[in-house]
């Protein structure tokens, strides 16, 4: 296990706790929700003044539905917590207000995988990533049998777009 | 109206020279509070300190060196340069530099008596303020978002607005950091110029934006 740079340490204690793994460097060209959503050549949310993307289908407004919405349209269904064994599926954490704040997608075996705002991608435990920063998770969303998952690294393709 | 990077604190001992430095100043549009060292905790009581500070380097009792870390220390962002008389001080600097002070630019006295050595000193003394202040906002905006998804809290952030607020004397250092690398400043962008050169089916696409910001910027030869 590499070391977890200090800045996401104190910001997230419990990674250290329920342990991680490291899987890429830092960058700001992509973020946790084009992550979630297989792609790593833009970044993804919902500002009104309309510098990131957002899917045209989806209201562009900082709210779970709004969120909903936009994973709705790559072919995800909100679903239970113990719906998700096995299948991909994503997950959408807010804070107490319940703004979205992060979103994190199913990796290898028990982990899931992120991509923390402008910094590294990393697998961890659920819990891992709950806290002051991001909040809970509130929404899981599971991938409909029909649908392909997006890829969970960035392709080749990905990087020649950006 | 003054401008907030032309607001600037003058500290120094010698109570002709800061009547002097105030005037001078004051003609080339700076607004200038000008005290002595030891008035320092009782204006930051009272007004708080502009985000510029120039300071003797050479005064009885708490030396330039001392004061800088105190305004360090009650505004880490505040932008620090030292007027001295010595052609080198390099026990200063050392000092400085233990203490870990980000020194933007060291002055030399006297402040140039010529109407045309004064303005190209005060044009270097106002782009001096504004490249350490874009500086020390950016550095503090990235650490303080680099775990952060959200576009909206990301621009909301203090130091982000304040680099808003610094308005087109940002845009040469946005643009320079754009060269450098791509970077979310396009928000900041749009709010300085009023202006999107970007097409709407990059957004996100920091790549893509980056190449139309710098293609809009060679054009205005920034």
Redesign the interface.
Known sequence: MSTLPPEIASSLPRLARDGYRLTSEPTPIYNCVAHAAGEAFRWWWPDPMGVSYWPDAAPREETLAAFVTAFETLGFQVCEQSQIKDVPAIVIYADGSRVPTHVSRTGDAEWWSSKLGRHLDLDHALSGLEGDLYGMPMIYMRLQESVPFPQARPSADDRSRG | MVAVLDELLVVDDDTKFRGSVKTAFEGFGFDVTAIAPEQLEEVWETQGVPGAALIDLLMPGRDGVDVAIELRDLDPDIVLMFLSGQLNPTDFEKRAAAAGLNIAKWFTKPIPGSRDEAAAFFADLRLTIARQRFHNLAERW??E????????KA?MHRSYQQIIGMGASALPFIIQELRG????W??AL?AITGQDPTS?ED?????A?REAWLRWAERRGL
Do not use: C, D, K, Q
């Open positions: 990235r650490a978002t680099a775990l952060v998804s959200s576009t909206t621009a690398e791509p970077e979310h396009f928000w749009i709407p957004a996100g696409n920091l790549t934006m």
